[in-house]
């Protein structure tokens, strides 16, 4: 036998010389954290099927959005429990709809340590859990359910978010918030489209998260997970169409149409680890089964070496601790 001339082993031998050589790293600003709020919540409730998250009452969201910024966490990402829903999402855009009043308290509160971010979607505040309003039939109407995000577009800028997160998957819908926000002169709102988004069965905790009222599936907006160029398709119209960054979802179903996205793209990329990745995780390492701070490092290093430059992630706090 000849010994091998050509040993990659020379760059394993030790942790320092791992550190040296490591292609991708994760930072805190890097990371983002969900953060859901509440509104008949008198103090945090816990999500059963999301250990360690919770549905925030005003002052423990705040106390978990600056213990994120002390952290060095990049953002925060608002999504709004209302008590009240019908089937327009009226809540969405009353100005002192929960998501909108939180909104306004973040950003003076912790506005200046980190970028306040909202989701901008009706499914949390219709009485039927869709993410539009419905036509007569039932079916989600695209064209009339952008006319709700050009006017929830508004609220939330004006309440102060910094960044919208359009996660409803309806055609259009970059163009149409961005004309709205421009109209309205907020022309330093930026848009993050959840350009590819894929109905997933990992959704499943955040249903419990945001007390869903969705009885069906999204299947006729969000995308089907048998399709990888459709994920291109939908960046590319949304980069078109004005997007500041685009965002794929789930993350790690969906590391190849990450990869793709990233290739393509000449704004950010960012990727979403979901409800149901964050619970299988917690799940498998509360049996014993894995490793929990090194599963939970590997999968988010994982999305990032796939392609995005920032991850939303339920363990974002937790993370940005470990790694600082
Ligand atoms: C829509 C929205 C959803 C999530 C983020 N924005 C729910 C859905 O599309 O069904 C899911 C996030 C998660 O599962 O962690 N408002």
Same mark, same amino acid.
């Given at each position: 036998?000849?010994?091998?001339?050509?040993?990659?082993?020379?760059?394993?031998?030790?942790?320092?010389?791992?550190?040296?050589?490591? &292609?991708?790293?994760? +930072?805190?600003?890097?990371? %983002? *954290?969900?953060?859901?709020? @509440?509104? /008949?919540?008198? !103090?945090?409730?816990?999500?059963?099927?999301?250990?360690?998250?919770?549905?925030?009452?005003?002052?423990?969201?705040?106390?978990?959005?600056?213990?994120?910024?002390?952290?060095?966490?990049?953002?925060?990402?608002?999504?709004?429990?209302?008590?009240?829903?019908?089937?327009?999402?009226?809540?969405?855009?009353?100005?002192?709809?929960?998501?909108?009043?939180?909104?306004?308290?973040?950003?003076?509160?912790?506005?200046?340590?980190?970028?306040?971010?909202?989701?901008?979607?009706?499914? &949390?505040?219709?009485? +039927?859990?869709?993410?539009? %309003? *419905?036509?007569?039939?039932? @079916?989600? /109407?695209?064209? !009339?359910?952008?006319?709700?995000?050009?006017?929830?577009?508004?609220?939330?800028?004006?309440?102060?978010?910094?960044?919208?997160?359009?996660?409803?998957?309806?055609?259009?819908?970059?163009?149409?918030?961005?004309?709205?926000?421009?109209?309205?002169?907020?022309?330093?709102?930026?848009?993050?489209?959840?350009?590819?988004?894929?109905?997933?069965?990992?959704?499943?905790?955040?249903?419990?998260?945001?007390?869903?009222?969705?009885?069906?599936?999204?299947?006729?907006?969000?995308?089907?997970?048998?399709?990888?160029?459709?994920?291109?398709?939908?960046?590319?119209?949304?980069?078109?169409?004005?997007?500041?960054?685009?965002?794929?979802?789930?993350?790690?179903?969906?590391?190849?149409?990450?990869?793709?996205?990233?290739?393509?793209?000449?704004?950010?990329?960012?990727?979403?680890?979901?409800?149901?990745?964050?619970?299988?995780?917690?799940?498998?390492?509360?049996?014993?089964?894995?490793?929990?701070?090194?599963?939970?490092?590997?999968?988010?290093?994982?999305?990032?070496?796939?392609?995005?430059?920032?991850?939303?992630?339920?363990?974002?706090?937790?993370?940005?601790?470990?790694?600082?």
């Amino acid at each position: 036998m000849t010994p091998p001339s050509i040993r990659p082993r020379r760059l394993r031998t030790t942790p320092a010389m791992r550190r040296l050589v490591a &292609e991708t790293r994760l +930072h805190p600003a890097d990371l %983002v *954290l969900p953060l859901f709020v @509440r509104e /008949d919540a008198v !103090a945090s409730v816990p999500i059963s099927s999301m250990p360690g998250v919770s549905q925030h009452s005003m002052d423990s969201l705040v106390r978990a959005a600056e213990t994120a910024a002390e952290a060095g966490v990049g953002g925060v990402m608002l999504f709004g429990i209302p008590t009240v829903r019908d089937a327009t999402g009226t809540q969405a855009t009353a100005p002192d709809g929960i998501l909108n009043r939180a909104t306004e308290l973040l950003a003076r509160e912790v506005g200046d340590a980190l970028v306040v971010q909202t989701d901008l979607c009706l499914d &949390e505040f219709t009485d +039927h859990g869709h993410c539009g %309003v *419905l036509d007569s039939s039932g @079916r989600v /109407d695209n064209d !009339a359910t952008l006319e709700r995000y050009a006017e929830m577009a508004v609220a939330q800028a004006f309440a102060g978010s910094s960044i919208l997160g359009l996660s409803g998957m309806m055609d259009g819908q970059v163009a149409v918030v961005l004309d709205a926000l421009d109209a309205a002169g907020y022309i330093d709102t930026a848009v993050l489209a959840y350009a590819a988004k894929y109905s997933s069965a990992f959704y499943g905790p955040f249903r419990e998260a945001v007390d869903s009222q969705l009885t069906g599936d999204r299947r006729t907006y969000q995308q089907d997970p048998s399709n990888r160029r459709e994920g291109l398709r939908e960046a590319t119209l949304d980069i078109a169409e004005g997007a500041d960054i685009v965002m794929v979802k789930p993350a790690m179903s969906y590391l190849d149409v990450l990869s793709d996205v990233a290739e393509i793209s000449d704004i950010p990329v960012w990727a979403y680890q979901i409800s149901g990745e964050y619970a299988m995780i917690e799940a498998a390492a509360a049996q014993g089964w894995i490793d929990r701070k090194a599963a939970v490092l590997e999968s988010v290093l994982g999305i990032r070496r796939a392609g995005a430059d920032t991850v939303l992630t339920y363990w974002a706090t937790e993370i940005a601790e470990w790694i600082t």
